[in-house]
């Protein structure tokens, strides 16, 4: 395209060419020549109209530039383009949301997060890096969402940040923040347990259940201990019944863990319907499982339980609070059995062996008490010390 012709201005260094608008009427557009470093530079200073530009606002942009108060147009595209690198490499709150979803695949989890992060953290720090955050940050955040919501609740929001933060940092995405997030105290430690008869309508009712696929979930769950991830992820590789154990596999502590198969579970598992799905209790078209809540519900309204009951977790205490209360079973093997990261999740059932504990003391009182009575009457033999 062959160059369009300069006029000149009476300003020094001042030209312009003509252009045409979209209207089709003819305006002006103004270009500035100096030297920077002995190098001649011409450079757009603006259009007549659609910039209201005249010869002498140009001529006062050209004597900017020369003087350096105004960057040039070479200036600003290096800018810009230092700016949008700069951008690039900046890992917000908001991008590190965007790159943690990638890479975690709990679809429940991820839609609760999602609603947190959205309507929580969002708007106040998805545009920062963490080391931009501040402790008054995050204090004010927490103060604004304990006024309308429990603890557990702020508790959850927090630990996102938290976690979104630490992802960067892992990743090595981003620098970590300058303080630890201190979170709010929550009181939610629920042990769950159902009476004898309680028990005994469940699993009547899980018996009368038509999906048998749901009602051998709730058997393994209260046979086992079990999570409700755990039966949901468990494959008919996982289950050794030579030997007597199944493997759990990406637990929720981590690391992968093995537990007896008892024959109640044995028994489960051999009279369950299988299905050419490498899952045993695969969802829809054999896929994985997500959810079982609509039939749980419905079993658990026919035998009856607490409206607080949660269906599924809540058996896993049940199995739990059984064991602690026989007395027979200590809280490391307990913790063992419902893989426990550490004893300290296992301490909510200890009352419970503390309890069979003081029914066995109170035993040993009573069989002395009947042997007092039995003996009255009766000379009794001094203790000797030399033949004990």
């Known amino acids: 395209?062959?160059?369009?012709?300069?006029?000149?201005?009476?300003?020094?260094?001042?030209?312009?060419?003509?252009?045409?608008?979209?209207?089709?009427?003819?305006?002006?557009?103004?270009?500035?020549?100096?030297?920077?470093?002995?190098?001649?530079?011409?450079?757009?200073?603006?259009?007549?109209?659609?910039?209201?530009?005249?010869?002498?606002?140009?001529?006062?942009?050209?004597?900017?530039?020369?003087?350096?108060?105004?960057?040039?147009?070479?200036?600003?595209?290096?800018?810009?383009?230092?700016?949008?690198?700069?951008?690039?490499?900046?890992?917000?709150?908001?991008?590190?949301?965007?790159?943690?979803?990638?890479?975690?695949?709990?679809?429940?989890?991820?839609?609760?997060?999602?609603?947190?992060?959205?309507?929580?953290?969002?708007?106040?720090?998805?545009?920062?890096?963490?080391?931009?955050?501040?402790?008054?940050?995050?204090?004010?955040?927490?103060?604004?969402?304990?006024?309308?919501?429990?603890?557990?609740?702020?508790?959850?929001?927090?630990?996102?940040?938290?976690?979104?933060?630490?992802?960067?940092?892992?990743?090595?995405?981003?620098?970590?923040?300058?303080?630890?997030?201190?979170?709010?105290?929550?009181?939610?430690?629920?042990?769950?347990?159902?009476?004898?008869?309680?028990?005994?309508?469940?699993?009547?009712?899980?018996?009368?259940?038509?999906?048998?696929?749901v009602g051998s979930i709730m058997r393994m769950a209260l046979y086992t201990g079990m999570r409700k991830g755990e039966i949901f992820k468990l494959k008919w590789e996982h289950i050794d019944f030579e030997r007597g154990f199944i493997h759990i596999i990406d637990p929720k502590g981590g690391q992968d863990q093995k537990i007896p198969l008892n024959e109640a579970a044995r028994q489960t598992l051999l009279n369950h319907p299988r299905t050419e799905s490498e899952y045993v209790f695969p969802g829809r078209d054999g896929a994985f499982r997500r959810n079982t809540h609509r039939v749980v519900n419905r079993i658990k309204k026919a035998a009856k339980l607490p409206e607080d009951f949660r269906p599924l977790h809540g058996l896993r205490h049940v199995y739990a609070s059984m064991l602690a209360s026989s007395g027979q079973v200590d809280m490391y093997t307990l913790q063992k059995l419902l893989t426990h990261k550490s004893p300290a999740m296992t301490q909510r059932y200890a009352h419970l062996r503390d309890e069979s504990l003081r029914k066995a003391s109170d035993l040993a009182g009573d069989i002395i008490r009947e042997a007092v009575k039995t003996g009255e009457g009766k000379a009794v033999v001094p203790f000797d010390r030399e033949r004990s």
């Open 1 to 213: 395209m062959p160059r369009q012709k300069r006029f000149k201005t009476k300003y020094a260094g001042v030209l312009y060419v003509e252009g045409r608008r979209a209207d089709g009427q003819i305006e002006r557009i103004y270009y500035v020549r100096y030297r920077r470093d002995g190098k001649m530079i011409e450079e757009k200073a603006g259009r007549q109209f659609q910039d209201d530009m005249t010869p002498a606002r140009a001529s006062g942009i050209r004597t900017k530039r020369i003087e350096g108060e105004q960057e040039n147009n070479e200036e600003k595209r290096e800018k810009d383009r230092a700016e949008k690198e700069a951008e690039q490499n900046r890992w917000t709150i908001e991008r590190l949301w965007e790159e943690y979803k990638l890479q975690h695949s709990d679809a429940k989890s991820l839609m609760k997060d999602r609603d947190r992060f959205n309507c929580y953290l969002k708007a106040p720090f998805g545009a920062m890096e963490p080391k931009d955050l501040i402790p008054l940050d995050v204090d004010r955040l927490r103060m604004k969402l304990s006024k309308d919501h429990r603890s557990a609740t702020v508790k959850n929001i927090l630990e996102l940040l938290r976690r979104l933060a630490n992802f960067g940092v892992k990743k090595q995405l981003c620098p970590p923040m300058s303080f630890t997030i201190q979170m709010p105290a929550v009181n939610n430690v629920k042990t769950e347990d159902l009476t004898p008869d309680q028990l005994g309508r469940l699993l009547k009712a899980i018996e009368d259940e038509p999906n048998e696929q």
